[in-house]
C-alpha cells in the first residue's frame, strides 16, 4: 500500500518566492496533519484537518503560511513570502478516525530558503 | 495536556536490550501512551501504544507501571538499524478531536 506521499522531497528557493509543499494522505484517512521540523524547535504540529476541514491551526507561525484540503486526497502548505528562518523539514501526516490509530508520516520536504 | 519527559540520549550494544523510560507524573486516566521514532532522514514512525496493561508487537515491548506515571519501551535486541530519535506521548481518548503533541524525544545510539 502507498504511504503517505509528499512532493517535493527538497525545495531549495530565494527569500521571497511563494513556496508550495504537496501532500497525498492514504486513501480512507480523515486526519491529515502538518509539521515542520527544525533543530532548534523539534517537531511542531502547525495545522491539522479533519474531513478535509481545519481543526485547529494555533500552530501556524504567521500569516505567511496558509493550508488548504480541497479534497480526501490532496493538501498543500504554502508560504508566500518565504524567509529563511522558514528552511526547516516539512512533514504530513495522515490517521485514520481517533480511536488512538497510529498517525502515517510522509518521508518530508525538505525546504531552504537562501 | 499531560506532559512526558524523557532523557535526551541512551547508548546500547548492538544485540542487547534497550530500556528507554518516560515518566508521564500527570497521565490522565483516559490518555493513552504512544510511542513514536524518527529514523536519520525519515519521517516518525509508530512503534507500539497501551493504556493499562503491557504491550507486546513486533517491533518492541512496552511496559507500563500500576500507577500509569511512567512507562518503558522496551526493544528486545538492539541492531544498528534501531538507532533514531523515540518519542513518549500521550493521546487523551476523549478528546473531540486528534492532537498529538511531540516533545524532543531520546536519541538512541546503538554501537557496534
Known amino acids: 500500500d502507498a504511504g503517505v506521499i509528499q512532493s517535493p522531497r527538497h525545495e531549495v528557493t530565494e527569500m521571497g518566492q511563494e513556496v508550495t509543499l504537496r501532500c497525498k494522505p492514504i486513501s480512507g484517512h480523515d486526519y491529515l496533519f502538518w509539521y515542520r521540523q527544525t533543530m532548534m524547535r523539534g517537531l511542531e504540529l502547525l495545522i491539522y484537518f479533519n474531513n478535509n476541514v481545519p481543526i485547529d491551526d494555533s500552530g501556524m507561525p504567521e500569516d505567511r503560511f496558509s493550508a488548504k484540503m480541497p479534497n480526501a486526497s490532496f493538501s498543500t502548505l504554502k508560504i508566500q513570502p518565504s524567509e529563511p528562518r522558514d528552511s526547516a523539514v516539512y512533514f504530513c501526516a495522515s490517521s485514520l478516525g481517533r480511536l488512538n490509530q497510529p498517525q502515517h508520516f510522509g518521508d518530508g520536504t525538505r525546504l531552504s530558503i537562501l | ?112
Not at chain 2, 51 to 78: F, G, P, W
Request: with cysteine; glycine share 4%.
Open chain 2, 1 to 112: 495536556d499531560a506532559k512526558t519527559t524523557q532523557p535526551n540520549s541512551m547508548e546500547s550494544n548492538e544485540e542487547e536490550p534497550v530500556h528507554l523510560p518516560c515518566n508521564h507524573s500527570t497521565i490522565s486516566g483516559t490518555d493513552y501512551i504512544h510511542w513514536y521514532r524518527q529514523l536519520p532522514s525519515q519521517g516518525p514512525e509508530y512503534v507500539i501504544h497501551g493504556l493499562t496493561s503491557n504491550v507486546n508487537n513486533r517491533m518492541a515491548s512496552l511496559a507500563i507501571a500500576e500507577d500509569r506515571k511512567s512507562s518503558t519501551l522496551i526493544l528486545h535486541r538492539a541492531t544498528l538499524r534501531d538507532a533514531a530519535v523515540y518519542y513518549c506521548i500521550l493521546r487523551d481518548s476523549e478528546t473531540s478531536y486528534d492532537k498529538v503533541i511531540f516533545g524532543p524525544g531520546t536519541s538512541l545510539s546503538v554501537i557496534p
